[in-house]
């Protein structure tokens, strides 16, 4: 992965991750003076939200790619911005009034660590949550790609799988130790000019949408490209609705 790495993920994820981080940061309210952990920070989004609300001073993020950490550092000077892993994260107990992970728990090779390290860090009394796109019921951002995907090719599985149930993210919070937790649906809307503003993004090779149309020969991407057009609003301007899973846990003080 190179820097243009996380140029991509803002043109392609981060138009989404932006009004959902908006979101998360009001459901959770974070108070000036407490302090925020944002696990798989990727180049930004959550980190961004979270300094407009607390200041440089506030935020805390961790990321193991390397790329998106340098992406953040310079993008949020004086932003504690640290490399590595949700499971073993590198801070001591009650560190944090509150600790956020967005869209992350899908890539965790053991979540139940993950999440049970985001309540190790975070202090008695303090807030833990994570969220992701709902892709049990939808909308999410990519719906009508994998829809196209499916129409073309039966067999074309939607990423991330089956992480991403309200009763799988509610499971893993239970197994991980998080207390009184509470699960809600976060909504948002993103506009797009036309159907290439909606499409570019896709050709930007991110992600697993990314890796099937390199897969394809050039009439095969033509195919899906059209399909993809059949599933959205035909012209522009138009918007897309996404939803999220997010569940909230409190840690016992
Ligand atoms: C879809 S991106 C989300 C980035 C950002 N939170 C956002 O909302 O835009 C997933 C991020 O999780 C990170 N990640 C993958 N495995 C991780 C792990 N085990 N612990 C922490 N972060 C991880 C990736 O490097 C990537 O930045």
Redesign the pocket.
Same mark, same amino acid.
């Given at each position: 992965m190179s820097f243009q790495a996380a140029e991509s993920?803002d043109r392609f /994820?981060?138009r989404w991750?932006?009004p %959902?981080?908006a979101e998360l940061v009001r459901l959770v309210d974070p108070q000036q003076g407490q302090r925020v952990l944002?696990?798989?920070?990727?180049?930004?989004? %959550?980190t961004g939200a979270l300094v407009s609300r607390l200041g440089v001073a506030g935020v805390v993020a961790?990321?193991?790619?390397a790329p998106?950490v340098a992406a953040a550092r310079e993008r949020f000077a004086g932003v504690e911005v640290h490399q590595?892993?949700?499971?073993s994260l590198p801070f001591d107990d009650d560190s944090f009034d509150l600790a956020l992970?967005?869209?992350?728990v899908h890539? /965790?090779?053991d979540p139940v660590a993950?999440l049970r390290e985001m309540a190790r860090v975070t202090r008695p009394g303090g807030v833990v949550a994570t969220s992701l796109w709902d892709h049990d019921t939808g909308p999410g951002p990519l719906t009508p790609f994998w829809a196209a995907a499916r129409q073309l090719s039966p067999a074309a599985q939607e990423a991330p799988g089956p992480t991403a149930t309200r009763d799988r993210l509610l499971d893993l919070a239970g197994r991980a130790g998080w207390r009184d937790v509470e699960h809600t649906v976060l909504s948002v809307h993103v506009a797009f000019g036309s159907f290439d503003d909606w499409w570019e993004p896709f050709t930007l090779g991110v992600g697993p949408m990314g890796d099937r149309l390199a897969a394809l020969d050039d009439e095969g991407r033509e195919r899906l490209r059209r399909a993809c057009q059949e599933q959205l609003p035909a012209g522009g301007p138009f918007e897309c609705e996404a939803r999220a899973w997010c569940v909230t846990g409190r840690i016992p003080a």
């Open positions: 993920y /994820m981060g991750s932006r %959902l981080a944002d696990v798989g920070c990727g180049p930004g989004s %959550l961790i990321d193991p790619a998106f590595g892993w949700a499971e992970a967005q869209l992350v890539f /965790m090779t993950g």
